[in-house]
C-alpha cells in the first residue's frame, strides 16, 4: 500500500490554515491512486443508499407486502442516513479519521448482511435504516481527502470525490437491477457485504495515522455545527443557494421526471426511465475539472455561472414535455449545473475552517438533505395541481431566488 502515499518531502509547503486545522500529518499526502481509492469509497458508501430503488417490487413479492408499502423503505434509509450524517459525521474533527472510517464501514457491512437476511419486512426496514446511520464514510472521507491535498488542489480533490458519489450512485441503480434479475435482490446485499468488508481492510492499510485535530465534548460538537451558520457569515448564503440548487430543484427535477416518463405519450417502464437517468453521467464527468476553479480562485463566480447553468436546463425543460431528446439535453445540462454548484459550495463551506471541516461537511450534506426532503414534497403537490409544466415553473422561481441569495453571499465572501 505504500504506492499510495507519498513522502512529504514530494509536495509543497501547506498554509497556515491546513497547519491549524487540517490533518497535521507531516508523512503522507495525497496522491493520485489514493485519490482513486478514497473516490471509490465515497461512490460505494453513497451507493448502498441506493441499492433498493430498483428493486421494490421483487421485495413486495417476496416478503408478501404490497409494492406500495415498499416505499417506506426508501424513507427508512433516508431517515437513518440524516441521523448518520448528524450524529457521526462531525466525529472526523475530534477522532483518529482511518479509524472511524474503517469502523464505520465495518458497521454497514453489518447493516448490509441484516439486510440480506432479513426474514420480514419489518426486519428489512430496521436492517436499511441502520443502513443509512452506519453508510456515512463517504461524507467522512471528503474533508479528510481535502486535508491531505495539497492546499493548491483542495477543490480538485473534493470534485473528483463528489464524482466518485455521483458515480456510485448512477452505478448502484443500475447494478441492483441486473444482479437482482439473475440471482434476486438478496444477493446485491450480500455482494456489497463483502466489498464493504474489503475495502474497508484496504482502506485501514492505505491511509496514514492521523491524530484527532482537537479534544471536543461530544455534545459540544454537535452544538456547534449547528453553531456554524452564525460564527461563519458565507455559510448561509452557501447553505441557501446549495440547498435550492442541489436539494429542492434536484428533487423536483428527478421525481417528477419519473412521472413524465411513465405517463403519455412516453409510457416506459422502470428500467427505461432508468436509462434516461444515465444522462446524468455530465455531472460526475464534469466534477473532475470543477473543483479547479475553486483552487484558482474563481469559486464563488463559477459558482453563480453554474446556478445560471442550472436555470437554462429548467427553461429546457419546459419544452420536454413531448420530446425525450430535450428531456435527456435537460437532464444533461442540469447534472453539469447541479454538480458544479454542489464542488464548489462544498470545498467553499470546508474552506472556511479546516479545523471543523466535518461539522462545516455535516452541516452542509444535512442541509442538502432536509431541503431534498421539501423539493420530494412538493414535486407530488405540484405535479398534481399543475404538471411538468407547474413543476418547471417552481424550478425557475427557486433558481432565481437562489441566484439572488447567490449574489448576496458573494459579497460576503
Given at each position: 500500500?505504500?504506492?499510495?502515499?507519498?513522502?512529504?518531502?514530494?509536495?509543497?509547503?501547506?498554509?497556515?490554515?491546513?497547519?491549524?486545522?487540517?490533518?497535521?500529518?507531516?508523512?503522507?499526502?495525497?496522491?493520485k491512486p489514493?485519490?482513486?481509492?478514497?473516490?471509490?469509497?465515497?461512490?460505494?458508501?453513497?451507493?448502498?443508499?441506493?441499492?433498493?430503488?430498483?428493486?421494490?417490487?421483487?421485495?413486495?413479492g417476496s416478503l408478501g407486502v404490497e409494492v406500495a408499502d415498499t416505499g417506506l423503505l426508501i424513507t427508512a434509509t433516508q431517515i437513518g442516513y440524516a441521523a448518520g450524517i448528524l450524529l457521526i459525521v462531525p466525529l472526523g474533527d475530534i477522532c483518529p479519521r482511518r479509524k472511524l472510517i474503517t469502523v464505520?464501514?465495518?458497521?454497514?457491512?453489518?447493516?448490509?448482511?441484516?439486510?440480506?437476511?432479513?426474514?420480514?419486512?419489518?426486519?428489512?426496514?430496521?436492517?436499511?435504516?441502520?443502513?443509512?446511520?452506519?453508510?456515512v464514510s463517504g461524507q467522512i472521507i471528503i474533508p479528510l481527502a481535502r486535508d491531505l491535498a495539497d492546499p493548491k488542489e483542495q477543490g480538485q480533490a473534493?470534485?473528483?470525490?463528489?464524482?466518485?458519489?455521483?458515480?456510485?450512485?448512477?452505478?448502484?441503480?443500475?447494478?441492483?437491477?441486473?444482479?437482482?434479475?439473475?440471482?434476486g435482490w438478496r444477493s446485491i446485499y450480500l455482494i456489497a457485504t463483502v466489498t464493504n468488508l474489503v475495502l474497508a481492510g484496504v482502506l485501514f492499510k492505505a491511509l496514514p495515522k492521523m491524530p484527532a485535530k482537537e479534544k471536543t465534548p461530544y455534545p459540544k460538537l454537535i452544538a456547534d455545527v449547528f453553531k456554524s451558520i452564525v460564527r461563519y457569515k458565507?455559510?448561509?448564503?452557501?447553505?441557501?443557494?446549495?440547498?435550492?440548487?442541489?436539494?429542492?430543484?434536484?428533487?423536483?427535477?428527478?421525481?417528477?421526471?419519473?412521472?413524465?416518463?411513465?405517463?403519455?405519450?412516453?409510457?416506459?417502464?422502470?428500467?427505461?426511465?432508468?436509462?434516461?437517468?444515465?444522462?446524468?453521467?455530465?455531472?460526475?464527468?464534469?466534477?473532475f475539472g470543477v473543483g479547479k476553479l475553486q483552487d484558482k480562485g474563481y469559486g464563488v463566480q463559477a459558482t453563480g455561472a453554474f446556478i445560471g447553468v442550472s436555470l437554462l436546463s429548467m427553461a429546457l425543460a419546459f419544452f420536454a414535455g413531448e420530446s425525450l431528446a430535450l428531456v435527456v439535453v435537460a437532464a444533461a445540462v442540469y447534472s453539469l449545473g447541479v454538480q458544479g454548484v454542489g464542488i464548489l459550495n462544498q470545498a467553499r463551506a470546508m474552506a472556511l475552517d479546516p479545523a471543523r471541516s466535518s461539522r462545516l461537511n455535516?452541516?452542509?450534506?444535512?442541509?442538502?438533505?432536509?431541503?431534498?426532503?421539501?423539493?420530494?414534497?412538493?414535486?407530488?403537490?405540484?405535479?398534481?395541481?399543475?404538471?411538468?409544466?407547474?413543476?418547471?415553473?417552481?424550478?425557475?422561481?427557486?433558481?432565481?431566488?437562489?441566484?439572488?441569495?447567490?449574489?448576496?453571499g458573494s459579497r460576503a465572501s
Open positions: 500500500m505504500e504506492v499510495l502515499v507519498k513522502a512529504a518531502d514530494d509536495r509543497k509547503p501547506r498554509t497556515e490554515a491546513m497547519e491549524a486545522g487540517a490533518s497535521k500529518n507531516d508523512r503522507f499526502a495525497l496522491t489514493l485519490t482513486a481509492l478514497l473516490a471509490i469509497a465515497a461512490g460505494l458508501a453513497i451507493g448502498n443508499l441506493y441499492w433498493a430503488q430498483p428493486l421494490l417490487v421483487q421485495i413486495s464505520v464501514m465495518a458497521l454497514a457491512a453489518c447493516s448490509l448482511l441484516a439486510c440480506a437476511t432479513a426474514p420480514s419486512f419489518l426486519f428489512l426496514a430496521f436492517g436499511l435504516s441502520a443502513l443509512g446511520v452506519t453508510t473534493v470534485g473528483i470525490l463528489a464524482a466518485g458519489v455521483m458515480l456510485g450512485i448512477l452505478a448502484a441503480r443500475t447494478l441492483s437491477g441486473l444482479v437482482a434479475d439473475f440471482l458565507p455559510l448561509k448564503w452557501i447553505l441557501i443557494t446549495n440547498g435550492i440548487v442541489f436539494g429542492v430543484v434536484f428533487n423536483l427535477f428527478w421525481t417528477s421526471l419519473t412521472f413524465l416518463l411513465a405517463a403519455e405519450p412516453f409510457g416506459y417502464n422502470t428500467f427505461q426511465i432508468g436509462l434516461v437517468s444515465i444522462a446524468g453521467i455530465t455531472g460526475a464527468v464534469a466534477s455535516t452541516i452542509f450534506v444535512f442541509n442538502n438533505f432536509v431541503c431534498g426532503a421539501i423539493g420530494s414534497a412538493a414535486s407530488g403537490f405540484i405535479w398534481a395541481w399543475a404538471g411538468w409544466l407547474g413543476i418547471c415553473a417552481a424550478a425557475v422561481m427557486v433558481i432565481l431566488i437562489a441566484l439572488v441569495c447567490w449574489r448576496i
